[in-house]
């Protein structure tokens, strides 16, 4: 029997070994055509590990060096922006951004983001949806537990009344900070527009009113809700602070 | 045809009555040394017809005379806010008498009795008011009383080639002027104001000097004349407004043949400017159905297209020029520049169009190119792919499709500084090498997991449980009944167990002494009896009042008075005494569950 447990067990721990094994050997390939200045080759290889499932700060930083080699600096600044929300890569990433962002002739102005939203971004950029949410839960535990013992710890029953309330009010905050969080993340994505330029329409269709123009490597925001019921067309808000409508082919998204 | 503003009401009963007494209907200011009149021209115009508005003061001892105000009419624009002013001055009998005539050009827009409302003035600080003055307004060709379709003697149309056009097909629109035998134009000005929203508009230049042909309108001859064309373009489907075209016409009017004095005072007619505007138009135009398979480029016509590149072999750094043309008939003006899938590695710099738009006849024909620069980034051999591009012919009101083939060029290494320099500054841009650390990717929420929300909703169960809990202590502790009826059955398996205990070396009575505190006390308890001095009788009575069921209540008499009897004839041995204490602890268990 602890022979067929210790078998189930290594049988266990190497099959995801060697899946991972799989695309580490993939992406030393696509590293080795990146190396010998075949570009194309090694972002079709580095593309096919991501479209298996599996993501890594290191792929996604690769495919943007990849494209910085054939200039291609907005697909570029699109991987560079992916690879930097990945620990092992953020200071990479950010290295090549302000490469890549001086070599777009054209800058877009941007327009500093509300307070709030600043805070809510800082949130989720640097603590994270899911700790958030459990330190949510974590808090709502200690605030009932400490509720429970102050009903039957008379000693301490002013003390565990404090902190009761005081961990219930910091859940509460916590779990509407992650709500927002969540509800931003399902409505917005960020997009980079990888064509050199595109008009902004005021509306979905190409003979309305054009009100701005978007450039290579300019970043926006992409409004996922509003651009459902429009077929190939995404409602997006420029750094600048304006609104429109794009062509879905000239921006990337994530 | 001349009305003045008290002649419609002289119309009616009594207050014609009133006007009879008021030389030449004018309203007479009779505290005044002056008097007001408001007149119009016609009272009866055609859609689209101009007619003018007389104000006129006159009298003797007016020092100060502001310009009549005039105040929005419905159903008729007013073509200036400033009046042509005319003034004369009479002496009668060594009185002298001055009048100022105000005169207001107007233009019929809409069908219906329309009431020009009272035309304010102040004269000498005083504000005075004329009377309304109502006027009909009329379509061409509506029938009069006596059955004949009416027209006026010189009107305006605008009429369009193509009803139902798709956007980018071209509509020509002409200018069309009629008039009666009689009347001579002289002059024509467009005025601005002809509103085209959702058409791109060009005039067409065929007509030099316009020839009148003569036809018959409503069986009356009538002289007609294009004066301008345009073509437009729809830029959008939908329902879509050419507004009323405004023109300036001067005419010369040939007096009449039996006029007495036309002749002798040499006058060929009279000669006058006036204002005409057509009608509104609106078009329908249709949805264009959407290529399939091609790239577009809003080509509407008679078009053709062609793409080259300047050369096809370059150094890094050099440019490329891709010229696209596009020519012939049809939208040139609205034609875009097509969205080509380049290479990857191209820079692409602002592209330019130029245009030779052709407006003779009565098609918009010409030239339109656009030409892109493209900057190669890093040598070898490219491909610029081959593209369909869509043609929309609306005569056949299907797609023309234009094949462009590919393109190959081939760019060589070359010592382009800016290229290298580029290449330089971002050597710093290294790829990571080695092992990765690799993640699943997931897009799952951690608010669409189950355990999430279990983990969220276990605090609040704890929370009910404890609530329960503290309410159950805080009665125990102050309600002494409910404690007894709480604690009843815990207390008597306490003392069953004590019986079990001593069940092998105790004497019977005292084994159901003990069975009877036990059974007695549990009920004593449940119904909040006193346990002293209440007798074996007193509980069974009690018993039968309560809700505890037949079979139980026998049971319960069963085993007290054998707990009664037993003290008294000791019987059986420890296997009874044994039985009689499981029975008694089942009977309290059923007991528990009905109580």
């Known amino acids: 029997m602890k022979r067929y447990i210790f078998l189930i067990a290594v049988f266990c721990l190497l099959v995801p070994g060697s899946k991972a094994f799989a695309q580490q050997t993939l992406f030393d390939e696509a590293n080795s055509l990146l190396s010998e200045g075949n570009y194309q080759q090694a972002i079709n290889m580095f593309q096919s590990i991501a479209d298996d499932g599996h993501e890594s700060g290191a792929l996604w930083q690769n495919l943007g060096v990849a494209y910085t080699r054939l200039d291609s600096l907005g697909k570029a600044k699109y991987y560079f922006l992916k690879a930097e929300k990945f620990s092992e890569t953020e200071q990479q990433a950010e290295t090549a951004l302000q490469f890549i962002n001086n070599q777009f002739p054209r800058q877009s102005a941007v327009l500093p983001a509300l307070p709030w939203i600043r805070f809510i971004n800082f949130l989720s950029e640097n603590i994270g949806l899911q700790a958030i949410a459990f330190a949510a839960l974590f808090f709502l535990y200690l605030g009932i537990a400490s509720k429970i013992g102050a009903w039957f710890r008379f000693d301490f029953k002013k003390t565990l009344n404090y902190v009761s309330y005081g961990s219930i009010i910091f859940s509460v905050v916590l779990l509407i900070c992650s709500i927002v969080i969540q509800y931003q993340q399902n409505r917005y994505s960020t997009g980079v527009m990888i064509d050199r330029e595109a008009p902004v329409y005021q509306r979905p269709e190409d003979n309305s009113t054009v009100i701005s123009t978007a450039y290579e490597g300019y970043k926006m925001q992409v409004d996922k809700t509003e651009s459902e019921n429009q077929q190939s067309w995404k409602y997006i808000r420029l750094e600048n602070g304006m609104y429109g409508w794009i062509r879905d082919g000239h921006i990337m998204t994530f | ?595």
């Open chain 2, 1 to 595: 045809m001349r009305r003045i503003g008290s002649s419609l009401a002289a119309r009616f009963g009594f207050l014609s009555l009133i006007l009879l007494l008021i030389p030449f209907g004018r309203i007479t200011l009779a505290q005044q040394d002056f008097q007001l009149e408001a007149t119009v021209s016609e009272n009866k115009i055609f859609i689209g017809e101009q007619f003018n508005l007389r104000v006129e003061v006159s009298g003797s001892s007016m020092r100060d005379v502001s310009l009549p105000v005039v105040p929005d009419i419905e159903g008729i624009g007013l073509l200036s806010q400033m009046p042509s002013r005319s003034s004369s001055i009479s002496i009668v009998n060594g009185r002298t008498t001055t009048s100022t005539t105000y005169s207001y050009g107007l233009i019929a827009r809409e069908k219906g009795f329309f009431t020009i409302p009272p035309v304010t003035i102040e004269i000498d600080g005083q504000e005075y008011r004329t009377e309304s003055i109502q006027v009909e307004v009329i379509e061409k060709g509506q029938l009069s009383s006596d059955g004949n379709r009416q027209l006026p003697e010189i009107f305006l149309e605008v009429e369009i080639d193509e009803q139902n056009p798709v956007p980018g097909q071209q509509i020509v629109a002409s200018v069309q002027l009629y008039f009666k035998q009689g009347i001579e134009v002289t002059s024509f000005q467009p005025n601005a104001g002809w509103r085209t929203d959702g058409f791109w508009k060009e005039e067409l230049q065929n007509i030099r000097q316009p020839q009148a042909e003569s036809v018959i309108l409503e069986g009356v001859r009538f002289r007609t004349a294009t004066l301008i064309r345009y073509a437009l373009f729809p830029t959008r489907s939908g329902e879509l407004t050419l507004s009323e075209f405004p023109l300036n016409v001067g005419i010369r009017t040939q007096s009449a043949r039996n006029d007495p004095f036309g002749s002798f005072f040499g006058s060929a007619g009279s000669q006058r400017r006036v204002t005409l505007e057509s009608e509104p138009i609106t078009i329908d135009v249709r949805d264009i159905p959407a290529a399939p398979n091609a790239l577009s480029m809003n080509a509407v016509g008679d078009l053709s297209i062609e793409r080259t590149l300047a050369t096809d072999n370059v150094m890094v750094g050099e440019t490329l020029e891709l010229t696209t043309r596009v020519n012939g008939e049809g939208n040139i003006p609205l034609v875009r520049k097509p969205e080509y899938n380049f290479p990857d590695n191209l820079e692409l710099y602002t592209p330019q169009e130029s245009s030779n738009i052709e407006r003779r006849g009565l098609t918009i024909s010409g030239e339109k190119v656009f030409t892109e620069l493209l900057a190669p980034r890093a040598p070898g051999d490219y491909e610029i792919p081959a593209e369909r591009i869509a043609v929309f012919d609306p005569g056949s009101g299907n797609y023309e499709f234009v094949n462009l083939p590919a393109l190959r060029y081939t760019v060589q290494p070359g010592g382009n500084v800016q290229n290298a320099v580029s290449y330089s500054d971002g050597s710093q841009i290294q790829p990571v090498t080695g092992l990765a650390v690799w993640h699943e990717a997931t897009s799952e929420s951690i608010f669409s997991r189950f355990w999430f929300w279990l983990l969220f909703v276990i605090p609040f169960v704890g929370l009910i449980v404890a609530i329960r809990k503290k309410r159950l202590l805080m009665k125990l502790s102050t309600d002494k009944e409910f404690a007894r009826a709480h604690r009843a059955a815990d207390l008597a398996h306490e003392r069953l167990e004590y019986a079990r205990s001593i069940v092998d070396e105790a004497a019977p009575k005292e084994i159901y002494n003990i069975l009877h505190k036990a059974l007695f006390g549990y009920l004593t308890d449940k119904f909040h009896l006193p346990e002293a001095g209440l007798s074996d009788q007193d509980l069974i009575q009690e018993v039968r009042k309560s809700e505890i069921e037949e079979a139980q209540q026998s049971q319960i008499k069963k085993m007290l008075d054998k707990c009664a009897t037993i003290s008294f004839a000791p019987s059986g041995d420890r296997t009874d005494y044994r039985s009689d204490i499981i029975r008694t602890e089942k009977l309290i268990s059923e007991l528990n569950e009905q109580l």
